[in-house]
């Protein structure tokens, strides 16, 4: 993201504020519930995008030197993630080639080989069969032929992406869609990992992904929290592919606008929020105080439930004055916690509830929730569903 675009950015977000609007996506949309009930469309969500589809995992520095490893089950398939001694980032179905045992438990640490807790099968962090336990007596196979199954992996920018089942080469455009500028901005390797958690919801993983996808409830549903430090109903959106970014001001952008006329010299990350949708299941949002990444994926067996995990790089510049301040990574991570849960991931339960009660069939998606229009077409077209149409006034 250059400065050319920031500005432009700061620019439309004024026009916004002086005229008293906000983007326009030309009408409303209408949803049907039954995208939140249908235990068949789980079925073909789970095969087309959370197997077929390559993933953004984490950040790179998940894995901040060589031979370091990250073991991880959330898209439903075990995963092993590795930067072996060449530095190199590689994936493998972490299941073992003898009786299909998980190889290594989730987690992260150091090491360059690993042995399965079963029968103490090892493979090296490149993959490799090393040795079969008690080798003479178990039978004649060839450790060559038996490595762990790796899977198209790539590290982009700072970023890692997986394609939980093996296939072609992971395409960076066709993940990325333009955000090249954007990531690189971001300087997303410098930013450390702080720590992460898990939180389920008995809501459908897209009504999840829903209520980051608009600011129209900030001043309501977060009056008390969040909605007190972020102007509501005001944002920017912006498309780069299968993949959104979202742009909203916070409480100081007016008081910036009162005290320096030039919007050249407005400082863009202390008065902003950015907020990407990545395809299919991720929201990652910038602030100035780091970068939280929401991986959200469906439950493995009901339309009904969702798991959301959530870690928090933190911004290499901010992390020494936090520490000096004394402030605690844990008391940031569960405030942000606190807000999505209680409220976020509340309002998402319910509608769950109504939907599976069938009350009414459809929701609307406002003219000021563009986002949310582009992403629940976004999901449809990838199905080859019909898509979901403008009703313009």
């Not at 103490?120 to 490799?128: E, F, L």
């Not at 902003?272 to 959200?296: C, Q």
Request: proline residues 6%; glycine residues 6%; charged residues 25%.
């Amino acid at each position: 993201m250059d400065k050319s675009e920031r500005l432009r950015i700061l620019t439309a977000l004024t026009e916004h504020i002086e005229e008293g609007t906000t983007l326009d996506a030309g009408g409303i949309m209408r949803a049907p519930l039954s995208d939140f009930t249908c235990p068949q469309l789980l079925a073909q969500e789970q095969d087309v995008y959370f197997r077929k589809t390559p993933l953004l995992m984490g950040f790179s520095s998940e894995l901040p030197e060589p031979n370091t490893y990250w073991a991880d089950k959330a898209t439903g398939i075990p995963i092993l993630m590795v930067r072996d001694g060449e530095n190199q980032f590689r994936a493998y179905a972490n299941v073992c080639r003898h009786r299909g045992n998980i190889v290594v438990p989730e987690g992260r640490g150091s090491k360059d080989r690993f042995s399965c807790p079963f029968h103490a099968w090892t493979y090296g962090n490149d993959g490799t069969l090393l040795a079969i336990n008690q080798n003479r007596q178990f039978g004649n196979v060839s450790r060559l032929e038996l490595p762990l199954i790796e899977l198209p992996s790539a590290e982009m920018y700072g970023t890692l992406w997986v394609r939980p089942i093996p296939g072609d080469p992971i395409d960076e455009d066709e993940c990325l869609g333009g955000l090249q500028d954007d990531l690189a901005y971001w300087q997303i390797p410098t930013h450390p990992r702080t720590d992460s958690y898990t939180i389920d919801v008995r809501a459908n993983w897209k009504l999840a992904i829903d209520t980051y996808g608009e600011n129209y409830h900030l001043n309501i549903l977060h009056a008390q929290s969040v909605g007190k430090e972020v102007k509501a109903n005001l944002q920017i959106c912006d498309r780069f592919g299968k993949n959104l970014r979202l742009v909203y001001p916070n409480q100081k952008f007016d008081l910036m606008r009162f005290l320096v006329s030039d919007p050249g010299r407005w400082p863009y990350k202390q008065i902003t929020s950015t907020l990407y949708f990545i395809y299919p299941n991720v929201i990652m949002i910038v602030d100035a105080f780091g970068i939280d990444l929401l991986r959200i994926f469906p439950g493995q067996n009901s339309p009904s439930d969702s798991r959301t995990v959530h870690t928090w790089y933190i911004d290499p510049k901010v992390q020494p004055h936090i520490e000096k301040l004394g402030i605690s990574y844990e008391e940031r991570i569960t405030r942000f916690r606190d807000i999505v849960v209680n409220e976020d991931y509340g309002a998402a339960a319910d509608i769950q509830c109504n939907a599976e009660a069938g009350i009414q069939s459809e929701i609307l998606l406002g003219r000021n929730e563009e986002a949310l229009q582009y992403i629940h077409n976004t999901h449809r077209l990838a199905l080859g569903r019909d898509l979901l149409q403008i009703e313009t006034e």
